[in-house]
Every structure is written in structure tokens, then in C-alpha cells.
């Protein structure tokens, strides 16, 4: 097989991305989480953007609270649980959208998987809900701390949504951006979204990289809404790429786009994505690599047990070598053990946290 290493391609050297910071041991998104993931090596860290009632930008995966906050146990909150349809799902839950940011910050944050990540509920109930502007604070200072630069991957999470209720995230994204000075080139910051029209939009607003992100079924949600046929696998063909280039500098695909898993569990051939994004001019930035053999390919393993951790460099091994640029993590320390020897194996290999790129 030809060397498909970033190095013998003339590209950039790959990367590392704290996913929520470093989501397989602190509660998601919190300020530990972020501080975690930083000191353990990442180049980028990575963070969902819902908006509160009074348009505050704040960290969350989706705009439900009851599975990382302690929402569930406030009865000063209770007749505030309701039913919403979101992308076509009605869900019965706590909504981000619902409270003021003072409300917010009385709120603590909880692990969202506890059954997978049970040490990490030690730290349930710790930490509040953080805001952008409070991640922005906490990465310039661990960046000054650590002398090393820090990116910024965000994301806007269910854009038309929010839009649709009248609290869209784009105004108050680029306007927190320029307040910061961010939007220009080589700032480290990167803007994603699993939807078409608002990257297409902040092509025109912003100065800093896009990235669109993909999923294995469906299409985005404000194509599927408009009545537009086009999948995310039709997005991932060749022609579908060519026209991500004309926005966006990068896809994030789920990682079975890259590498499939077989009928019983483990990795299969490589597609040929990376191949045909890096002939668009993309960038690929897959997602998610854990460390719980829950998550991991069937020869990654550890044990039957669910819960304990298997190989996951040796995941990471095998997609660095199909030749991925940058890789969403929740375990930092594994990944940047893993890419720390790539860079020291390659001939003339960049270290790992050298110069910013």
C-alpha cells in the first residue's frame, strides 16, 4: 500500500481534536473537561453551540438538558419539562432554549453516559455549563499557560432550529468572534455544522475555515426540511465533495465512512472518502474515537465488559494510515500517545503541538 501519511502527501501534519475536551473523563464541555483535554496534548478543542432564552451562547449537545445537567432534580424547574419536535423528533425533556443564562449557571453538569464512563461521574454535579465566551477565556489562558497555540472547533448545533424559534446562532457567533478578534485567518478557529445553509451563509460573514459535517443515513436537516432529496452519502460522492469545496475547507465524517466495520464488529476496507476529498481540496476530519470497548472494532477489544477500555491507538493507527488530517477524540492522552509516534517514525515528521497550522 502507498504511503498515504500527511508527510508524503505535502500535507499538513495530523492533528488532534479534544472532542467536548476530553469527554472519557470529565463531564462533556465543562471548563475541567476543556483544561483536561488541553493539558494532555490536544491541538483543537471542540464544543457544541445551543442558545439560552435570552440569546446567550452556551456549550450542549443538542438543546435537551435532563442527560447532562441535574435539571431532573430542581423542582424549581420542574413545569418547565415539555415536548418539542426537533428535526422531525418530538422529545420530552428540559430545553436550553427555556432558561435565562442566569438559570443556566445554577445548573450542574452531569456525565451523559454513566453506565460507560462511571468514573467519570465522580465529577457529576462539579462544574457549571459553560459559556462561548467563557471557553474563549479558558483557551487563550491555557494556550499563555502551556506556550503552546489552542484552536477552537464550534459548532452550531441544530441551526434552523434555533433559527425557527427566533434565537438564531449565527448573530451572536460572529459577533463574539469579532469581539475577540478570532475572525481572521489562522486564528485557530474552525466553524462547523451538520447543516448546509448556515455554513453557506457564514462563507459570506466569516474569514475563518468551515467545515461540513456528515452522518451515515438521512441528509441535513434543512435540505430534508426544504423537500431536497440529496443525502449525506450523496455529499460524500465525488461530485458531492467538489461542491462542499465551494464553502467549506474540511467534512467530518462519522469514522465508519472512512473505514466500515464488517458484519461481526470489526474494521473493514477503507473507502475511498479521504482519497476523493483530498482530490476536492478537503481536508477530513473524522469522528468519534473512545476508548470503551463499547465503541471500539471487535479486534480492539479488551473484554466483553462494555465499560472497560480496549486498543484504542491502535484504532487511531489504522485511520492515520488512510491518511486523516485531524481526529475528534474524547480520550486526548491515548491519541496524542499514538500520533506522538507516527511524527517520530516519519522521516522529517513534525512533532506533535509544533507550530500551528
Same mark, same amino acid.
Given at each position: 500500500?502507498?504511503?498515504?501519511?500527511?508527510?508524503?502527501?505535502?500535507?499538513?501534519?495530523?492533528? @488532534?481534536?479534544?472532542?467536548?475536551?476530553?469527554?472519557?473523563?470529565?463531564?462533556?464541555?465543562? +471548563?475541567?473537561?476543556?483544561?483536561?483535554?488541553?493539558?494532555?496534548?490536544?491541538?483543537?478543542?471542540?464544543?457544541?453551540?445551543?442558545?439560552?432564552?435570552?440569546?446567550?451562547?452556551?456549550?450542549?449537545?443538542?438543546?435537551?438538558?435532563?442527560?447532562?445537567?441535574?435539571?431532573?432534580?430542581?423542582?424549581?424547574?420542574?413545569?418547565?419539562?415539555?415536548?418539542?419536535?426537533?428535526?422531525?423528533?418530538?422529545?420530552?425533556?428540559?430545553?436550553?432554549? /427555556?432558561? !435565562?443564562?442566569?438559570? +443556566?449557571?445554577?445548573?450542574?453538569?452531569?456525565?451523559?453516559?454513566?453506565?460507560?464512563?462511571?468514573?467519570?461521574?465522580?465529577?457529576?454535579?462539579?462544574?457549571?455549563?459553560?459559556?462561548?465566551?467563557?471557553?474563549?477565556?479558558?483557551?487563550?489562558?491555557?494556550?499563555?499557560?502551556?506556550?503552546?497555540?489552542?484552536?477552537?472547533?464550534?459548532?452550531?448545533?441544530?441551526?434552523?432550529?434555533?433559527?425557527?424559534?427566533?434565537?438564531?446562532?449565527?448573530?451572536?457567533?460572529?459577533?463574539?468572534?469579532?469581539?475577540?478578534?478570532?475572525?481572521?485567518?489562522?486564528?485557530?478557529?474552525? @466553524?462547523?455544522?451538520?447543516?448546509? !445553509?448556515?455554513?453557506?451563509?457564514?462563507?459570506?460573514?466569516?474569514?475563518?475555515?468551515?467545515?461540513?459535517?456528515?452522518?451515515?443515513?438521512?441528509?441535513?436537516?434543512?435540505?430534508?426540511?426544504?423537500?431536497?432529496?440529496?443525502?449525506?452519502?450523496?455529499?460524500?460522492?465525488?461530485? &458531492?465533495?467538489?461542491?462542499?469545496?465551494?464553502?467549506?475547507?474540511?467534512?467530518?465524517?462519522?469514522? /465508519?465512512?472512512?473505514?466500515?466495520?464488517?458484519?461481526?464488529?470489526?474494521?473493514?476496507?477503507? !473507502?475511498?472518502?479521504?482519497?476523493?476529498?483530498?482530490?476536492?481540496?478537503?481536508?477530513?476530519?473524522?469522528?468519534?474515537?473512545?476508548?470503551?470497548?463499547?465503541?471500539?472494532?471487535?479486534?480492539?477489544?479488551?473484554?466483553?465488559?462494555?465499560?472497560?477500555?480496549?486498543?484504542?491507538?491502535?484504532? +487511531?493507527?489504522?485511520?492515520?494510515?488512510?491518511?486523516?488530517?485531524?481526529?475528534?477524540?474524547?480520550?486526548?492522552?491515548?491519541?496524542?500517545?499514538?500520533?506522538?509516534?507516527?511524527?517520530?517514525?516519519?522521516?522529517?515528521?513534525?512533532?506533535?503541538? &509544533?507550530?500551528?497550522?
Amino acid at each position: 500500500m502507498p504511503d498515504a501519511s500527511p508527510a508524503a502527501c505535502g500535507r499538513a501534519p495530523q492533528r @488532534i481534536i479534544g472532542h467536548r475536551g476530553a469527554a472519557g473523563y470529565r463531564p462533556e464541555q465543562t +471548563i475541567a473537561s476543556f483544561e483536561l483535554a488541553a493539558r494532555m496534548g490536544v491541538d483543537y478543542l471542540e464544543c457544541d453551540l445551543v442558545s439560552t432564552a435570552d440569546g446567550v451562547l452556551v456549550a450542549g449537545h443538542g438543546t435537551t438538558l435532563s442527560q447532562t445537567t441535574d435539571v431532573t432534580e430542581r423542582p424549581e424547574f420542574a413545569q418547565r419539562r415539555t415536548t418539542r419536535t426537533i428535526n422531525g423528533t418530538r422529545i420530552d425533556d428540559w430545553f436550553v432554549e /427555556d432558561f !435565562t443564562i442566569d438559570e +443556566i449557571k445554577t445548573l450542574r453538569a452531569r456525565e451523559p453516559v454513566p453506565a460507560i464512563r462511571r468514573c467519570s461521574t465522580l465529577y457529576d454535579d462539579r462544574y457549571e455549563i459553560a459559556t462561548l465566551r467563557e471557553i474563549i477565556d479558558v483557551t487563550t489562558a491555557l494556550s499563555a499557560t502551556l506556550g503552546r497555540h489552542i484552536g477552537l472547533y464550534l459548532e452550531t448545533k441544530h441551526p434552523s432550529y434555533f433559527r425557527r424559534i427566533g434565537k438564531p446562532l449565527e448573530p451572536a457567533l460572529v459577533e463574539t468572534l469579532d469581539e475577540y478578534g478570532l475572525d481572521v485567518p489562522g486564528s485557530g478557529v474552525y @466553524i462547523q455544522s451538520f447543516e448546509v !445553509t448556515n455554513l453557506r451563509e457564514l462563507r459570506e460573514q466569516l474569514h475563518l475555515p468551515l467545515v461540513q459535517l456528515t452522518w451515515v443515513a438521512s441528509g441535513p436537516y434543512d435540505r430534508v426540511s426544504a423537500g431536497d432529496p440529496r443525502t449525506y452519502a450523496d455529499m460524500m460522492s465525488p461530485e &458531492g465533495l467538489a461542491e462542499i469545496a465551494t464553502y467549506a475547507e474540511a467534512i467530518g465524517p462519522r469514522k /465508519d465512512s472512512i473505514i466500515p466495520r464488517t458484519d461481526d464488529g470489526a474494521l473493514g476496507q477503507p !473507502t475511498s472518502l479521504v482519497a476523493d476529498a483530498h482530490d476536492a481540496g478537503l481536508a477530513v476530519h473524522p469522528y468519534t474515537f473512545r476508548a470503551e470497548n463499547a465503541y471500539l472494532p471487535r479486534e480492539f477489544r479488551s473484554s466483553l465488559r462494555r465499560t472497560d477500555l480496549g486498543d484504542l491507538e491502535s484504532e +487511531i493507527e489504522a485511520f492515520l494510515a488512510v491518511g486523516v488530517d485531524r481526529l475528534f477524540v474524547d480520550h486526548p492522552d491515548i491519541a496524542a500517545e499514538a500520533l506522538g509516534k507516527r511524527h517520530a517514525s516519519t522521516p522529517g515528521g513534525s512533532t506533535l503541538n &509544533g507550530t500551528f497550522t
